[in-house]
């Protein structure tokens, strides 16, 4: 079945949002095209249709998973979103990319590594590019995992490509940040950043099988030692290392970490901290967008954008501060939307 012609507003809002509360896998994927584009139409077209399955949203766990390179994320998405299938869940899997500044491409091909999980039933497995921008990831990411929730999946797991700001960005719109990491790889806390170890609620040393096991127990125990000089981000809280095997969907540890995820949503939603975060992150998502509209319309305007190689030189040179600056632009903008 086609969505209806774009001037048949009504129908076409329609088609989407029933096709989505059906859990129509064909309907959620156009769905979340629509969301990803960057026509001006489908925009709006898409704000209203998130706007309408709102109130079918927020019953899903939003686990969020990150990783040093080769850490294994992908075996242990597949392996984890495997088992709660077979429990019975409906699991929804959001992978954020990195796009290609030069050719605007992303980097989607180790998504084909969950061949297993990509073809359940009641699985849904869709590789998101970023954009090139945190904006990208925040914003059409929560959208999709509205979406997603909206679609029937009661447990959504996004998953992030290296550790850095983005997963910071990641850690923001989910309940659970799980940082997966490997052992035998020296200083088992190289490249990690402590903002990273800081918003993790659990960080899972993988791979601990065969002769790794050794060195993934004393991995997880310098991890436990780190963990002792961050403050927790809540008090209800404490961030938990422990260790996994993701070639074993029956391994104590993995079943550990889903224990670990479901105690922390049974503590957070007993306390009403479970609410007040996501009304938090709501918040906190408008303003991004806010802001990221901000420099949008910014660019909109050639008279400002004439000037901003010269105001970016000033600045560079010294010669304007960039309060200064930035005050101008903004006095620019706010000119031209008055006008």
């Not at 629509?34 to 079918?56: F, G, T, Y």
């Not at 359940?120 to 954009?131: D, K, L, M, V």
């Not at 620019?332 to 939307?337: I, Y």
Request: charged share 25%; glycine share 10%.
């Amino acid at each position: 079945m086609k969505p209806p012609h774009a001037k048949n507003g009504l129908k076409e809002l329609s088609y989407y949002t029933r096709g989505v509360r059906q859990g129509d896998k064909r309907i959620l994927a156009k769905t979340i095209t629509l969301i990803e584009s960057a026509r001006h139409e489908h925009q709006q077209l898409a704000r209203a249709v998130v706007s309408a399955l709102l109130p079918d949203t927020g019953n899903a766990v939003r686990l969020g998973i990150s990783g040093v390179p080769g850490a294994g994320k992908s075996t242990f998405i597949e392996t984890l979103g495997t088992r709660l299938v077979n429990q019975g869940h409906r699991v929804a899997v959001l992978a954020v990319d990195p796009s290609s500044r030069r050719s605007g491409g992303s980097v989607l091909a180790d998504k084909t590594r969950m061949e297993k999980l990509s073809t359940a039933e009641n699985a849904f497995i869709r590789p998101s590019p970023s954009g090139g921008t945190l904006g990208g990831v925040a914003g059409k990411t929560r959208e999709t995992m509205l979406v997603c929730e909206a679609a029937g999946y009661d447990v959504m797991i996004v998953e992030t490509v290296g550790v850095g700001q983005s997963e910071i960005t990641v850690a923001s719109m989910v309940d659970f940040f799980l940082l997966l990491m490997i052992a035998g790889a020296g200083d088992e806390l190289q490249g990690i950043k402590k903002g990273v170890l800081e918003v993790a609620d659990a960080i899972a040393i993988n791979k601990a099988d065969g002769d790794n096991v050794g060195r993934a127990v004393e991995a997880r125990k310098q991890v436990e030692a780190a963990l002792h000089y961050l403050r927790p981000a809540s008090p209800a809280w404490t961030p938990r290392a422990l260790t996994c095997s993701s070639l074993d969907p029956e391994d104590d540890g993995m079943k550990a970490i889903w224990s670990a995820v479901l105690e922390h949503r049974e503590i957070f939603s007993h306390s009403g901290e479970l609410y007040r975060k996501r009304r938090q992150q709501a918040v906190d998502w408008m303003w991004s967008l806010v802001e990221e509209g901000l420099k949008v319309q910014l660019y909109q305007y050639p008279e400002i954008t004439s000037r901003l190689g010269e105001i970016t030189r000033h600045v560079a040179a010294g010669e304007m501060a960039p309060t200064a600056a930035a005050e101008e632009l903004l006095f620019s903008l706010d000119n031209k939307e008055t006008v």
